[in-house]
């Protein structure tokens, strides 16, 4: 699924991304590490892995969209 990085906090390693309908849904430090990346910035498509489904998604990976 695709995304785009919304917030991100270096410190702890978490933040949001908008899915494409608008949707804010965070990510924590362990989504962040499972993709292996060492920066995020505001407005980056990232392509993200999820569980669950509506209120009860969850993140497990944010790495960056790559064509």
Do not use: C
Request: no cysteine; glycine share 8%.
């Amino acid at each position: 699924m695709q995304a785009t990085a919304y917030t991100y906090d270096p410190e702890s390693r978490s933040g949001q991304v908008l899915l494409d309908d608008g949707t804010p849904v965070p990510f924590d430090a362990a989504a962040f590490d499972a993709g292996g990346l060492r920066l995020l910035r505001p407005g980056q498509r990232v392509r993200i892995e999820v569980e669950g489904a509506k209120e009860d998604l969850r993140i497990t990976l944010v790495t960056l969209q790559t064509l």
